[in-house]
Antibody
Framework: EVQLVESGGGLVQPGGSLRLSCAASGFSFNIYSMNWVRQAPGKGLEWVSY????????YYTDSVTGRFTISRDNAKNSLYLQMNSLRAEDTAVYYC?????????????WGQGTEVTVSS | EIVMTQSPATLSRSPGERATLSCRAS??????LAWYQQKPGQAPRLLIY???TRATGIPARFSGSGSGTEFTLTFSSLQSEDFAVYYC?????????FGQGTRLEIK
């Protein structure tokens, strides 16, 4: 059974940092690209970042470029999102998703999400 | 960037009725279009990919159609568990934006 379990969310002050993690199991993690998708309170879904299966290619949505860094450790079946210089508008539930298909691919599996709140 | 526009924002239907949701892309995305369902307090789940292929375990009452810039998600007969928010997403070009969602509510 495919499982994606996010952790690392919490309350952080503006300008602060957080590192989200996603533990993957039930599939060959090292052959799948992965994405982070977020959802602000009461809002829709927003794609945040993509990483290829080998970790050699990464993409970001414009609003997080230069502040967020996606990475992965295939030996640990884990995906990460380092978030720096956090802003109030980064407040959201962050989902880890498995990708398959062209570009960022379709998100065929989702974690349960981890909540990030940026507030003073 | 490709803008995805869903309509209507809210659709009210009764159980047993047929329903159709629309998703329009600002430029062609071929058939690289997915639909997701999200219920309150839950993560989204994949319903349809490749514009018309049902994901594993998705009932046949859900169907997707379209290509290029116009797509639809159709429910042949609504069940109580289908009332939720639905999002489309294109994955043909960067960035892979989602539509703003359609809320399907009980009439």
């Amino acid at each position: 059974e495919v499982q994606l379990v996010e952790s690392g969310g919490g309350l952080v002050q503006p300008g602060g940092s957080l590192r989200l993690s996603c533990a993957a199991s039930g599939f060959s993690f090292n052959i799948y690209s992965m994405n982070w998708v977020r959802q602000a309170p009461g809002k829709g879904l927003e794609w945040v970042s993509y990483i290829s299966s080998t970790g050699s290619t990464m993409y970001y949505t414009d609003s997080v470029t230069g502040r967020f860094t996606i990475s992965r450790d295939n030996a640990k079946n884990s995906l990460y999102l380092q978030m720096n210089s956090l802003r109030a508008e980064d407040t959201a539930v962050y989902y880890c998703t498995r990708a398959s298909g062209p570009v960022a691919g379709k998100a065929d599996y989702w974690g349960q999400g981890t909540e990030v709140t940026v507030s003073s | 960037e490709i803008v995805m526009t869903q309509s209507p924002a809210t659709l009210s239907r009764s159980p047993g009725e047929r329903a159709t949701l629309s998703c329009r892309a600002s430029q062609s995305v071929g058939n690289n279009l997915a639909w997701y369902q999200q219920k309150p307090g839950q993560a989204p789940r994949l319903l349809i990919y490749g514009a018309s292929t049902r994901a594993t375990g998705i009932p046949a009452r859900f169907s997707g159609s379209g290509s290029g810039t116009e797509f639809t998600l159709t429910f042949s007969s609504l069940q109580s568990e289908d009332f939720a928010v639905y999002y489309c997403q294109q994955y043909n070009n960067w960035p892979p934006f989602f539509g703003q969602g359609t809320r399907l509510e009980i009439k």
